[in-house]
């Protein structure tokens, strides 16, 4: 699913290259998070 956010890495430097895996990270959980139904029980 990464390459959905971009076809590579971008960043040339290591640590800006794992800051940026991780910016993509937080995207893909933050879509997962929205798209999840959100279940409530009645009494």
């Known amino acids: ?4 956010l971009g076809e590579r ?3 040339k ?3 800006r290259q794992v ?3 991780q ?3 937080a995207i893909l959980n ?3 998070q929205l ?3 959100m279940t409530v029980r009645m009494p």
Not at 1 to 4: M, V
């Open 1 to 4: 699913w990464f390459k959905r």
């Open 9 to 11: 890495v971008m960043a």
């Open 13 to 15: 430097d290591f640590d």
């Open 19 to 21: 800051a940026e895996l």
């Open 23 to 25: 910016v993509r990270a």
């Open 30 to 32: 933050r879509f997962t």
């Open 35 to 37: 798209g999840t139904p």
